[in-house]
Every structure is written in structure tokens, then in C-alpha cells.
């Protein structure tokens, strides 16, 4: 069982800079899982940002991320960082981690998901 907690939400101004972080314990160290980021704002679908592997650290952006948001993970410390450069308020949603990847989509579905961190872009 794998638990996922996310963290570094907050409010920013339109323009700025966040960094969202997920820890993960119970993985095993040696697999090189995928981790994703997804967002949903109120009303709104839950939304594909971006993806890992622990180890080769390929990452992939969804739309969201392209050209303003870096992921990537320390395997060392269990963690996988999101972040994120010239917010929007569109930016604003939940933002969530998810681990146990089933199938091949990069959507989903996960097993295990974090609490979610809330991220507002104030205009």
C-alpha cells in the first residue's frame, strides 16, 4: 500500500511561481513507478499535468504543463516535485499525486492518490 501526500499549495499572484511536493512512503525503492500530477478546479473534469518514472526520470507534460512546469522526483527521498512558473488563474485547482498506474494511459487510471493540495492564482 502506498500512501501519497502533497504539500507547498497556496495563493500567488498571477505571474508567480509555486512548488508542489508529493511524498510517497510504502514504494519500493528499487521500482521505477510512475507518478503523475493531475488538477481539478470546481466544475471542472480532473485534469492530466504531468508524469514520472521514479528512476529514469522521463518525465511527460499534459497541456497544462507545457512550457511552464518542471516535474521531476528525488527516488531518494520519496518525493516528486511540481513546479510550476508564470500561474495563470486558470492554474487554480486541487492539484493531486497518483501512483499504480493500471493499464498504459498516462490518465489513468491510479490506485493510490494523495489528498490533494489546493493552488489559487489570484488575478
Known amino acids: 500500500q502506498v500512501q501519497l501526500v502533497e504539500s507547498g499549495g497556496g495563493l500567488v499572484q498571477v505571474g508567480g511561481s509555486l512548488g508542489l511536493s508529493c511524498v510517497a512512503s510504502g514504494r519500493t525503492s528499487e521500482a521505477d513507478d510512475l507518478v503523475a500530477w493531475f488538477r481539478q478546479a470546481p466544475g471542472k473534469d480532473r485534469e492530466f499535468v504531468a508524469a514520472?518514472?521514479?528512476?529514469?526520470?522521463?518525465?511527460w507534460n499534459g497541456e497544462p504543463a507545457k512550457g511552464r512546469f518542471t516535474i521531476n522526483a528525488d527516488s531518494a527521498r520519496n518525493t516528486v516535485y511540481l513546479y510550476m512558473n508564470r500561474l495563470k488563474p486558470d492554474d487554480t485547482a486541487v492539484y493531486y499525486c497518483?501512483?499504480?498506474?493500471?493499464?498504459?494511459?498516462?490518465?489513468?487510471?491510479?490506485?493510490?492518490w494523495g489528498q490533494g493540495t489546493q493552488v489559487t492564482v489570484s488575478s
Open positions: 497518483a501512483t499504480g498506474q493500471l493499464g498504459d494511459s498516462l490518465a489513468g487510471p491510479y490506485r493510490f
Open positions: 514520472i518514472r521514479w528512476l529514469s526520470n522521463s518525465p
